[in-house]
C-alpha cells in the first residue's frame, strides 16, 4: 500500500469531477517511455522461534529498517516513526502487520527487474543475519493467527484496520496475514489501456493460479490453493472484485472513475497525519460537503489517495497494477513481470491474448474467479479443458511477447528465460501450492514449521 511523507497542500483543488481523469490521462506513454514497476512482500520472522516482531522491539521492524540504511537508502518518517525507506531502487515500506515490501522502481527490461530484485533480497538477508530474522514469501502466514501479529505505527492502516470490519469478515486476514507481488505497467493511450485492462482482468485468475502458495492457516490445510485469493471474496465488496463494466462498450478513463466516485472514502491526509474519513463519500467531497473536513474540496493528491484504496483484481492509476498473484521464492517474484510484460507490452501478443479471451462472457469470467481460489490449475476454464490447459497457450504467447522485445542481457540472454518457472509449473499441472501440501502430508509429516527451513529467502 503507498506511503504518504507530505500533504501537497500545493496541489490543485479540483473543481469537477472531469478532472479526476487528469492522473489517467497523464500516464500516456508513448511506447519507448513505458516501464515495468514490480512489487513484492514477504513476510518476516524472528529465526529463534517463527515470531512475527513487533515494531519496536529490539531487532525489530525498526531496527530492520534502519540497519538497510546502510545501502544507501533514507528513511521516510511518519508521526516520529521510520515507516519507509526511500532509494534508487524505489521504497522499502511496511504492510500492516510487518510484512516487508519493496516497490521497485520503474525499470526498462526484466534483467533490471530481476537485478533490482536481486539486490533486495541480499540486503535484507544480510541484515536479517545480523538481526535474527528470517523471510519467507507465501500468500499467507501459513500457522499465525491475527492475535499473533504485531500492528505498524501507519496512520492510514489504524483507520482501515478499524473500518475492516464493518464491510467484510476477512479484511483483517488481508491485512494483517497475506502477501502479494505486482506488476504495474503502462499504455500508450485510452484505447490501449482498455484493451490492457481486459486482457489482463480476464486472465487474472491464471495468474492467481500459477502463483498460488497459501494452502494453510493456522498450521492446517485450508482446502485452498490461494486462500489469499479467497479472502479478497470477503474484505469489502465496494472496493473489490473483477469489475463487469470493464468489458462494456465506451468504457474508459470516465467510466473507471465513476467506479471509484462510488467507492467509500478510508481518509484524508492532511499536516502530516490521516483524518478518518472511512465510509464517506468522495462525491460529497467534491461538493465540499465531507463529514470529515466540512467545506473544504479535494486537492488532486486527495484523488491519488483515494485510487489506491480500491483493491480490483486490476486496478488502474496512472499505470495498470496486476493485483492477482500470491507472494512467492526470488524466481516467481521475476516471473510475475514476465508473465505480463510478456502479453500485454507487444502488440502481436496482446492481440493474440484477447483473441483467446474475447468470447468470454462477464459470466464465465465471474465463474473461473469464483472457482481458482480452491482449484488452481484443475479450475474449469472458458470454453472447455482446464485452466493448467490454457496456461501452455498463454505461456506460448507472452514468450513470443518477450522475444520480440529483444530486450537482451550482457550474456546475449533475452527475457524469455524469465517464464521458465512457471513453465514448470505449467508442465506439471499442479498449483505451488499442490508442492506444499504434498510436502506437509510427506516429508514434513504434518509439522508446518519445516516451512521456514525450507522456504526461506
Not at 63 to 68: E, G, K, T, V, Y
Not at 265 to 283: E, L
Not at 374 to 401: F, K, M, Q, S, Y
Request: aromatic letters at 8%; glycine letters at 10%; proline letters at 6%.
Amino acid at each position: 500500500m503507498s506511503t504518504r511523507t507530505a500533504s501537497d497542500s500545493n496541489d490543485p483543488v479540483v473543481e469537477h469531477a472531469s478532472d479526476l481523469a487528469v492522473p489517467m490521462i497523464k500516464g500516456e506513454k508513448p511506447r519507448e517511455r513505458w516501464r515495468i514497476g514490480t512489487e513484492h512482500e514477504k513476510f518476516v520472522y524472528r529465526t529463534a522461534d517463527h515470531r512475527a516482531p513487533s515494531y519496536d522491539e529490539p531487532g525489530g521492524i525498526r531496527d530492520l529498517l534502519m540497519a538497510l540504511t546502510r545501502f544507501g537508502w533514507e528513511p521516510v518518517i511518519e508521526g516520529g516513526n521510520v515507516i519507509a525507506l526511500a532509494g534508487s531502487d524505489g521504497t522499502v515500506s511496511l504492510e500492516p502487520a510487518g510484512q516487508l515490501e519493496l516497490s521497485g522502481a520503474p525499470v526498462e527490461n526484466l534483467h533490471q527487474t530481476c537485478a533490482e530484485t536481486g539486490r533486495h533480497l541480499k540486503q535484507v538477508k544480510e541484515v536479517g543475519a545480523e538481526l535474527g530474522l528470517g523471510f519467507l514469501g507465501l500468500g499467507m502466514w501459513p500457522d499465525k493467527t491475527r492475535a499473533e501479529l504485531p500492528i505498524m505505527p501507519k496512520g492510514r492502516y489504524k483507520i482501515m484496520l478499524e473500518h475492516m470490519p464493518r464491510v467484510g469478515s476477512m479484511g483483517l486476514d488481508m491485512m494483517l496475514r497475506t502477501c502479494t507481488i505486482q506488476t504495474n505497467l503502462d499504455y500508450s493511450s485510452e484505447a490501449d489501456m482498455v484493451q490492457k485492462f481486459r486482457v489482463s482482468l480476464a486472465l487474472q485468475p491464471l495468474a492467481t493460479a500459477l502463483f498460488a502458495s497459501s494452502p494453510f492457516t493456522e498450521g492446517k490445510p485450508n482446502g485452498y490453493m490461494s486462500y489469499r485469493s479467497h479472502i479478497w471474496t470477503d474484505t469489502d465488496p465496494a472496493r473489490t472484485g473483477m469489475l463487469p463494466f470493464v468489458f462494456e462498450d465506451g468504457f474508459g478513463y470516465e467510466r473507471y472513475v465513476d467506479y471509484m466516485l462510488d467507492v467509500p472514502m478510508y481518509f484524508v491526509f492532511r499536516d502530516g497525519k490521516y483524518i478518518d474519513a472511512a465510509g464517506q463519500s468522495f462525491r460529497d467531497f467534491l461538493k465540499g460537503e465531507l463529514p470529515a473536513l466540512p467545506g473544504e474540496k479535494p486537492r488532486l493528491s486527495d484523488w491519488n489517495d483515494h485510487l489506491s484504496t480500491a483493491f480490483p483484481e486490476v486496478r488502474l492509476k496512472s499505470f495498470l497494477e496486476m493485483r492477482g498473484a500470491d507472494s512467492g521464492p526470488w524466481n516467481r517474484i521475476c516471473a510475475l513481470p514476465a508473465l505480463w510484460v510478456g502479453l500485454l507490452y507487444d502488440s502481436q501478443a496482446l492481440d493474440a491474448a484477447w483473441d483467446l479471451v474475447k468470447g468470454w462472457s462477464i459470466e464465465e469470467q465471474q465463474a473461473l474467479r469464483d472457482a481458482v481460489p480452491a482449484e488452481g490449475l484443475d479450475a474449469p476454464a472458458p470454453g472447455g479443458g482446464t485452466l493448467g490447459e490454457l496456461a501452455h497457450r498463454v505461456l506460448d504467447i507472452a514468450a513470443a511477447g518477450l522475444a520480440a522485445r529483444g530486450e537482451v542481457n550482457s550474456m546475449g540472454d533475452n527475457e524469455v528465460g524469465f517464464l521458465e518457472p512457471l513453465r514448470r509449473i505449467a508442465k506439471s499441472g499442479k498449483s505451488p501450492a499442490h508442492d506444499l501440501l504434498d510436502r506437509y502430508d510427506g516429508a514434513w509429516n504434518h509439522d508446518l514449521s519445516k516451512i521456514y527451513d525450507e522456504l526461506s529467502f
